[in-house]
């Protein structure tokens, strides 16, 4: 039986600390030892990892459905240990090398979260880093307090141990610690991560990981001022150009990502696990995509996240420049984890996959409209929004065929 609804496991079996002498560097050894996550994580995880932005509009769904596809269906539903089962072996080499990357990019990009990482941005959307390097890392972290870390990640299902440890090497020697001390994104990467998939065993794959270290010093350290606090602004702003391409349109990606002019766009809203979320109309997903929906998850991001995020990262209407936004949010969201009976997860960043099958049938969900946003550049508060009456409708498989619901403030 594929993988449906058991939790998996993967330990850390290798970590190999390198000694870095740039005055900026952090010793950051990783503090897990194992990770344990569900379907829904996995395929959350790897499908936000598989995209640069902007990307063609009409490959985020199918590209999720492939990603989903494959690891479903060659991860066994029985072991707690997360393993590619023997049967991917009849695939060709290029989807071998597609299946190993996507899984160890999404394996990677989990570690990170257990690390206390909130953030993520592809290295080359943000640029920066040591001119003088040609090669570069796939990914740059943040987490709440400015600490920046790059990461690369490695997955192999051919190599022996001792080539993979070598290739995971060469990988943070080669794409990772070049860039230490480097801006990249408007601030400085301290330290980073070469976090390697070995996925050859069939029966439990493990994580090889290479990390920045400083020198041992033999004196007694000198007394020095904690390390201001640094902009993550850049990293959050390539983040949550990631996390609406999938929420709601690769389109809406790139205006967050270029802070283009507020536009107005429609979600549903629901309640889900004792929180308000805002998801794409199935109608209007379909339309943006030139495609029928229908995934058995949603990617869904958490209300009041995304109204701040809009409003912060989207430029006000050009007869209102001056309006004050508001603050980023800074923090952690929530818990990751997932229940055992897998109807979602949840990220630190307020991105949920959510079961469709298991949340959202037969619920009422709420039209809700951008137009909150034209509502904030006329001086209209969002708890003063929330008192005009909406349209409440039940989300169904024929939701695209039902009535319109009356648009909110239509005078506006």
Known sequence: MTWQTCPKSMDVALVQPHVSFHPLAKDRPPTVTTISFTPSEMFGAAARCSHLIPVDPTLVTPESKIVKALVREYVDDHSADFAILRTANTLKDYVKGYLAGTVAAGLAYLVMVREGYVWAGHFEILKGGNPASRRRPDFVFAAPGGDIALMESKGSRSYSRKAFHVMVEDGYKGQVEPHIGFSVGGATASHGFSIGSYLKSKKKAEFHIHHTAQPVIADDPVDQDPPEAQSVEAIMRANYATVFSLVHSPDLGRAILRGET???????????????????????????????????????????????????????????????????????????????????????????????????????????????????????????????????????????????????????
């Open 262 to 412: 507020r536009h107005r766009v429609g979600f549903i809203e629901f309640d889900w696990r004792g929180l308000t979320w805002w998801a794409a109309r199935p109608e209007e997903r379909a339309l943006n995509l030139g495609t029928a929906i229908t995934e058995e998850y949603i990617f869904a991001i958490e209300a009041s996240r995304a109204r701040t995020v809009l409003s912060h990262f989207l430029e006000p209407f050009p007869d209102q420049p001056d309006l004050i936004l508001p603050r980023l949010p800074i923090e952690r969201f929530g818990e990751e984890s997932a229940p055992e009976d897998d109807s979602g997860a949840i990220f630190p960043d307020g991105l949920a996959v959510v079961s469709r099958i298991a949340t959202l049938t037969g619920d009422i969900t709420r039209w809700r409209s951008q137009q909150w946003m034209a509502a904030m550049t006329r001086g209209v508060s969002w708890d003063e929004f929330e008192q005009q009456p909406y349209e409440a409708y039940m989300y169904t498989e024929t939701a695209a065929e039902a009535e319109e619901p009356k648009p909110l403030l239509e005078n506006w």
